[in-house]
């Protein structure tokens, strides 16, 4: 390690005096003034992870779903993953050691993990706006001497994808954006030669792109699918701001369709997010009604799919659904009871859901909000491509759209083009209009709230962040509200993104659901040592 260049280096990059941040659920993400030092120092690092994994490290800087004055960075490891847990930690230390703390930080971190410092080092970089954050990323590569390869714009599972191509030798894909392309849409387009329903019914979607690099990527993408999939682009960057007023966040969580999309009735449309990571679909009934079809029901519909075809080609294997707290109280009722598939809960983040789906052949997981994918064990794979060569037609048609679907799902992470294209491709095979599939189950009435305390961290949860440990007394007083509902359920987690608490409450009616998510938001005012306004019912 030459010392002296990172100390010079590190000085243009200097970190603002007194700035804490945490590599939270989905990396560092403020402001995006006081992230060049953040950025610089994920350069180094990346450099570290790379030498003692042997591996491509990928670094994305990207905002995702937050305002466009915002930006974040994460790291990608070897396979695709999210970063590991005693990575976050160093991330969090190097990203707030003051300047002449630095070479300390970096030596200790080689020391605890055991990295070759001799050993080469090679870093693929994407972004989704801010260039000159991702020239920051590239000094700090290459004053470690790591090598590196810069993709430009790129959504982020595009980069997750580059990261477990290259780390696989290839076998996964080609580490292009062509690669990409091609892998996707030539599932994509065998998947929907199959099916029997035609017409532009199942052929054209209107797709919002959060006014973020989905657009632009779907738009070099649409052809390489045009065969099977029509997509007309809205928010795509040319005149709105990122995430403002549209795409998957402002959907879900407004329940309310995006500016600046028009929608007739019955037409099936879908929000990406800021980075296309994130997927929602939804439409507005003959009466002009918005139907919201989230996470859970893209689960619920895929998951029913895999298992049709798994009876189908006479594997017994098995396949799990992973949700977290936020999944609606139907869709688990409906996998479970009508479906038949177990379920799952863990915390909130994409990393928790990821490692769950890990432990089945095939794991199905999504957060309500819309981050997931499907996961196929190596060895099913195997199955499946093995089967597609020996099972006489109609089983062998089975296990041909099995691997396709394989093919179609970005396996390093979820991703909003392969959600919508696996989506769009059984909607077809099976003939379901998008009120159909809405039809499958009735989602519970419910409410989401933030409420300001002093301190979040005061609130510790168990249970998959379904009970709440401290502060003493506030499980309690949840217990005793929910019980004065029907059908009801409510839980309260600090946020792992924003200053706040937050608190989700489902019950029978939309009316009681706002007034449990009210009453719980008051307890954690009392309890929680809440600060401002106490919160007010109404919304
Ligand atoms: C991040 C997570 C997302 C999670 C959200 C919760 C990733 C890639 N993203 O965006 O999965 O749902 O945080 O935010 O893991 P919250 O903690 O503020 O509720
Ligand atoms: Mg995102």
């Known amino acids: 390690m030459d010392l ?32 060049d030092h953040v950025m610089f120092r994920m350069g180094l690092l990346a450099v570290l992870r790379s030498k003692q994994t042997k591996s491509t490290i990928g670094v994305m800087v990207t905002a995702s779903h937050n305002p466009e004055e915002d930006n974040g ?50 870093v693929v970089i994407g972004r989704d706006t801010s260039e000159k954050l991702s020239q920051s990323v590239i000094d700090g590569v290459t004053v470690l ?18 990261v477990y191509c290259r780390n696989t030798g290839g076998r996964y894909g080609k580490a292009t954006i062509e690669g990409y392309y091609q892998k996707l849409s030539k599932a994509f387009v065998e998947l929907t030669k199959q099916a029997s329903c035609s017409g532009d019914e199942y052929r054209s979607l209107k797709v919002d792109c959060a006014n973020g690099i989905g657009a632009l990527k779907l738009r070099e993408m649409e052809h390489y699918f045009s065969q099977g999939l029509s997509v007309q682009l809205f928010n795509d960057g040319s005149k709105g701001k990122l995430n403002h007023l549209c795409g998957a966040d402002f959907v879900k969580s407004h329940q309310k369709p995006p500016q600046g999309m028009e929608i007739k009735s019955n037409e099936r449309c879908c929000s990406f997010d800021g980075d296309a990571d994130r997927i929602v679909y939804y439409y507005h009934d003959a009466d002009g009604h918005f139907h919201l079809i989230d996470g859970d029901k893209i689960a619920t519909l895929i998951s029913s799919f895999l298992k049709e075809l798994l009876v189908e080609i ?22 479970e009871e009508v479906m038949k598939v177990p379920v799952y809960c863990t915390k909130t983040g994409v990393k928790h859901l990821h490692h769950k789906a890990q432990e089945f052949d095939i794991g199905v997981y999504f957060e309500a909000n819309g981050h997931g994918t499907a996961l196929f064990s190596t060895a099913v794979e195997m199955k499946i491509k093995q089967s597609a060569e020996q099972l006489e037609d109609k089983k062998r048609k089975a296990a041909k759209m099995l691997e396709n679907i394989i093919d179609l799902f970005n396996q390093a992470a979820g991703d909003a083009i392969s959600d919508m294209l696996v989506i769009e491709a059984i909607l077809a095979l099976k003939g379901l209009t998008v009120q159909q599939w809405d039809a499958l189950y009735t989602d519970l009435p419910n409410r989401q709230l933030k409420v300001q305390v002093a301190d979040r961290r005061v609130i510790s949860t168990t249970d998959a962040e379904r009970q709440a440990v401290t502060p003493p007394g506030l499980q309690e007083a949840i217990n005793d ?23 989700y409450a489902e019950a029978d009616s939309q009316e009681s659901a706002d007034h449990l998510a009210h009453e719980v938001s008051l307890a954690v005012f009392q309890l929680a040592g809440g600060i401002g306004e106490r919160p007010q019912p109404g919304f």
């Open 4 to 35: 002296g260049a990172i100390t010079k280096y590190s000085a243009l990059h200097a970190k603002p005096n007194g700035l804490i941040l945490q590599y939270g659920t989905a990396g560092f993400r403020t402001k995006a003034e006081h992230l």
């Open 73 to 122: 960075v994460k790291l990608v490891d070897p396979l695709g993953e999210m970063l590991a847990p005693s990575w976050e930690e160093h991330a969090t230390c190097l990203a707030n050691a003051e300047e002449q703390d630095m070479q300390r930080v970096l030596i200790d971190i080689s020391e605890k993990e055991a990295v070759n410092l001799q050993q080469d080092a090679f």
């Open 145 to 162: 001497g790591g090598q590196f390869h810069d993709y430009g714009l790129l959504t982020t599972p595009q980069l997750h994808y580059m």
């Open 314 to 335: 006479g594997e017994s294997l098995n396949i799990g659904v992973v949700q977290t707290a936020y999944a609606n109280g139907s869709s688990t009722r409906y996998l």
């Open 481 to 503: 509200l929910v019980k004065k509902y029907k059908l009801s359920r409510a839980f309260v987690r600090p946020s792992g993104t924003e200053d706040v608490v937050r608190v």
